[in-house]
């Protein structure tokens, strides 16, 4: 089962910020933090990942709280087309690891 | 950029017959994995291969799928008697590199097997 709790559906107003949030609170202090969406029935598109510190890429930037127990997604201006499920998976680091994929939360940008 | 290619993107076969689904993962990646979504439901683990052998593989991964690698680039999931239940998105991915370092998984667009 996933290691992680998100919101089933969020709404986010296009051009405006999209904040998701994901708890994990049993993380282990080896596990990455890993954001992937998908757009509807497309292959799961990878996002970012952090261990500690903050991260920040042309898609994305991911908090991860001090206790690590927590984190949150930044679409910094969110479009029509980041309209997907966002998934937040927990993962060790060694190489092969699988993705256990939970339910993820529904994020839809409104015009 | 490079990406993983699938084909074919829509596979419509019996109950009873055999599938074989291709996926051509990115050039210098060394571990491959196959991934399933039924419709509306998770995307779920099925297997993981590197160095020619399955390194690990879920419950779901049963003696009716096998993987194969059988070229320098592709990357194969058979199924060998379609249930109904196989229906499924199949995705492929591909990763860079192992071994006490994290790397991330890139996904294929997936192939929709729809088993009448």
């Known amino acids: 089962d996933a290691k992680t709790t998100q919101p089933t559906s969020m709404d986010c107003a296009e051009g405006r910020a999209a904040n998701l949030p994901c708890n994990h609170s049993t993380i282990s202090g080896n596990e990455y933090v890993y954001w992937y969406r998908q757009i509807h029935s497309q292959g799961p598109q990878y996002i970012i990942h952090g261990l500690k510190n903050n991260e920040t890429n042309e898609m994305a930037s991911l908090i991860i709280t001090e206790d690590r127990k927590s984190s949150t997604l930044i679409l910094p201006h969110a479009t029509l087309r980041d309209t997907a499920v966002y998934y937040c998976?927990?993962?060790?680091?060694?190489?092969?690891?699988?993705?256990?994929f939970g339910k993820g939360t529904r994020l839809s940008v409104i015009a | 950029e490079p990406e993983v290619t699938q084909t074919p993107s829509h596979q419509v076969t019996q109950m009873g017959q055999e599938v074989i689904l291709r996926c051509v993962p990115i050039s210098n990646h060394l571990y491959f994995y196959w991934y399933r979504q039924i419709l509306g439901q998770k995307v779920e683990f099925l297997v993981s291969?590197?160095?020619?052998?399955?390194?690990?593989k879920s419950e779901i991964f049963d003696d009716q799928f096998s993987v194969e690698r059988p070229d320098g680039s592709n990357f194969t999931l058979k199924i060998r008697s379609t249930k109904l239940e196989d229906s499924a998105m199949y995705f492929c991915a591909s990763s860079l590199l192992s071994g006490g370092l994290t790397d991330t998984q890139y996904f294929g667009p997936g192939t929709r097997l729809t088993v009448l």
């Open positions: 998976i927990v993962r060790a680091p060694s190489g092969n690891t699988p993705l256990v």
């Open positions: 291969f590197y160095n020619n052998e399955i390194s690990e």
